[in-house]
């Protein structure tokens, strides 16, 4: 892939640039899995961590684990804090 001298990719998932085209990858929403289509490229890191989690199930993954870690009281306090 040659995208990278054109443009400047940005992963759709976690939002950072995408340095290297080794690490670019298509992602779909629905999943491929789900008969998805291309919505955009994120890093293939990314890609396989959300796996066939749509993005709203992916977000929904993301406050389990923060649950889980420990990390939601950060969470509900910059929340109330609005
Ligand atoms: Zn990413």
Not at 64 to 75: D, F, V
């Amino acid at each position: 892939m040659a995208l990278l001298n054109a443009q400047q990719l940005y992963c759709v998932i976690c939002g950072e640039l995408i340095l290297s085209a080794k690490d670019i990858s298509q992602e779909h929403e629905p999943p491929k899995s789900r008969g998805g289509k291309v919505v955009g490229y994120a890093h293939k890191a990314c890609n396989s961590r959300k796996g066939a989690l749509t993005q709203d199930e992916y977000e929904l993954w993301q406050k389990l684990e923060a649950i889980r870690t420990g990390r939601l009281k950060c969470l509900e306090n910059s929340e109330k804090s609005r």
